[in-house]
Antibody, heavy 121, light 107 residues
Framework: EVQLVESGGGLVQPGRSLRLSCAAS????????MHWVRQAPGKGLEWVSG????????GYADSVKGRFTISRDNAKNSLFLQMNSLRAEDTAFYYC??????????????WGQGTLVTVSS | EVVLTQSPATLSLSPGERATLSCRAS??????LAWYQQKPGQAPRLLIY???NRATGIPARFSGSGSGTDFTLTISSLEPEDFGVYYC?????????FGQGTKLEIK
């Protein structure tokens, strides 16, 4: 069974940093792209970032480009999101999701339960 | 960025009825469109990918159609567990984008 478990969320002040982690199990992690998708409370979904199976290519939404960095450790079946210069509008549940293929442009067919990031002073 | 517009915003139907949800793209996305279902307090679940392919484990009452700019998700006969919010998503143009969602509620 595929499992994705996010961690690292919490309350952080504007301008500060936070690092999210996602532990994956139940599938060949290094065969698939991985993604972060966020959802502000009561709002819709926003794709944030994706990374290819081998970290050869990463992509970001314009709203986070230059502030967020996605990475992965295939040896540890883990995905990460380094979030710097956080803003109030970054407040959301952050979901880790498995891609349907190796490429960062793929859809997402398995999702974690999300971790809440709250940016507030 | 491709804007996906979903309609209606809310759909009120009874179990057993047929549901038709629409997603329109601001420019062609070919067949690179997916549909997701989300229930309160849960993560989204992939239903349909590449416009018309059911994801693993998705019942046959869910079907997708369309290409280019106009897409439809059809649920042939609603079950009680089908109520929730449905999102479309495109991956044809960078960055991936989602529609704003259609809430399917019990009438």
């Amino acid at each position: 069974e595929v499992q994705l478990v996010e961690s690292g969320g919490g309350l952080v002040q504007p301008g500060r940093s936070l690092r999210l982690s996602c532990a994956a199990s139940g599938f060949s992690f290094d065969d698939y792209s991985m993604h972060w998708v966020r959802q502000a409370p009561g709002k819709g979904l926003e794709w944030v970032s994706g990374i290819t199976w081998n970290s050869g290519s990463m992509g970001y939404a314009d709203s986070v480009k230059g502030r967020f960095t996605i990475s992965r450790d295939n040896a540890k079946n883990s995905l990460f999101l380094q979030m710097n210069s956080l803003r109030a509008e970054d407040t959301a549940f952050y979901y880790c999701a498995k891609g349907t293929s190796q490429y960062e442009s793929s859809f997402q067919n398995c999702w974690g339960q999300g971790t809440l990031v709250t940016v507030s002073s | 960025e491709v804007v996906l517009t979903q309609s209606p915003a809310t759909l009120s139907l009874s179990p057993g009825e047929r549901a038709t949800l629409s997603c329109r793209a601001s420019q062609s996305v070919s067949s690179f469109l997916a549909w997701y279902q989300q229930k309160p307090g849960q993560a989204p679940r992939l239903l349909i990918y590449d416009a018309s392919n059911r994801a693993t484990g998705i019942p046959a009452r869910f079907s997708g159609s369309g290409s280019g700019t106009d897409f439809t998700l059809t649920i042939s006969s609603l079950e009680p567990e089908d109520f929730g919010v449905y999102y479309c998503q495109q991956r044809s143009n960078w960055p991936q984008t989602f529609g704003q969602g259609t809430k399917l509620e019990i009438k």
